[in-house]
C-alpha cells in the first residue's frame, strides 16, 4: 500500500462547479498535512495546511479524519485557473523529516 | 512569505558533463533541505535530505557518488549529477522548510535536458 493515495482523475468540471478530492494517508502517527498545487511543468505551491479541526481559505475548504486517516480537499465555484494537479502532501513524522507526497489528482476546468 | 530560490532553470548539455544545480533559502535559515527529481506525468521522488554541516541522507536506490550534495551554509545547498546520461534528464526541484512541522517551499526547479 503506497504511503499517500490519491484518487489521480482526471477530474473534468465546467466552470462555478464543486469539486472535492480525498486522499488516504497509511501511517497514523502523521503529524503534519498539507494540500500543494502544481502546474503543468513548475514547481509545487503551498495551497493550504490541513488543521484537525477543519479550516478554510476563501473557495477552498480542507478537512482531516485522523481516525480514517482521511484527507479532503474541496474547490467551490471553480475557475479555470484552478486547472492543475493537486498533491496531497503528508509530514509522516514531524520536524524537519521528509514529506510524503500523493501522485497527485488532476483538475481541468472548462468554461 | 518564505522564499527558495534554484538556479539555473534549464540545463542542456553533453553526455558525460556534470552539472550543478543551486538551491538557496533567501528569507530564512534552512538546516534541512530536499532534492527531489520528477519524471513527466509521474509524481515527485524525494532523492535525499540535505544537511548542514554533515553528511546529505539519500533514498534507497539513489547512487549518492553519482547525485553528490553539499550543504555548506544554512541558506545554500547544492545537487551535482556527475557524468551526466539522458536517463539523468528529468526535472530536480529542491525544498526547505522554515521552522519544524512548517510546509516545504519549493524553489522554482531545473529542468536538466542531457543530449
Known amino acids: 500500500r503506497k504511503e499517500v493515495e490519491q484518487d489521480p482523475g482526471p477530474f473534468n468540471v465546467p466552470e462555478g462547479a464543486t469539486v472535492a478530492f480525498n486522499c488516504t494517508y497509511s501511517n497514523s502517527a502523521s503529524q503534519s498535512f498539507f494540500w500543494y498545487r502544481q502546474d503543468c511543468r513548475k514547481e509545487p505551491k503551498l495551497l493550504m495546511s490541513v488543521y484537525s479541526s477543519g479550516n478554510e481559505d476563501g473557495r477552498f475548504t480542507a478537512q482531516l479524519n485522523r481516525a480514517s486517516q482521511y484527507i479532503s480537499l474541496l474547490i467551490r465555484d471553480s475557475k479555470l485557473s484552478d486547472s492543475a494537479t493537486y498533491l496531497c502532501v503528508v509530514n509522516p513524522s514531524g520536524g524537519y523529516n521528509k514529506l510524503i507526497f500523493g501522485a497527485g489528482t488532476r483538475l481541468a476546468v472548462h468554461p | 512569505g518564505a522564499v527558495v530560490s534554484q538556479h539555473p532553470s534549464w540545463v542542456i548539455c553533453k553526455s558525460g558533463t556534470s552539472v550543478k544545480i543551486e538551491c538557496r533559502s533567501l528569507?530564512?535559515?534552512?538546516?534541512?533541505m530536499f532534492w527531489y527529481r520528477q519524471f513527466p506525468k509521474q509524481s515527485l521522488m524525494l532523492m535525499a535530505t540535505s544537511n548542514e554541516g554533515s553528511k546529505a541522507t539519500y533514498e534507497q536506490g539513489v547512487e549518492k557518488d553519482k547525485f553528490l550534495i553539499n550543504h555548506a551554509s544554512l541558506t545554500l545547498s547544492t545537487l551535482t549529477v556527475t557524468s551526466a546520461h539522458p536517463e539523468d534528464s528529468s526535472f530536480y526541484i529542491c525544498?526547505?522548510?522554515?521552522?519544524?512541522?512548517?510546509?516545504?517551499?519549493f524553489g522554482d526547479g531545473t529542468r536538466l535536458s542531457i543530449l
Open positions: 528569507d530564512f535559515q534552512a538546516t534541512t
Open positions: 525544498s526547505a522548510g522554515a521552522g519544524a512541522n512548517q510546509p516545504q517551499h
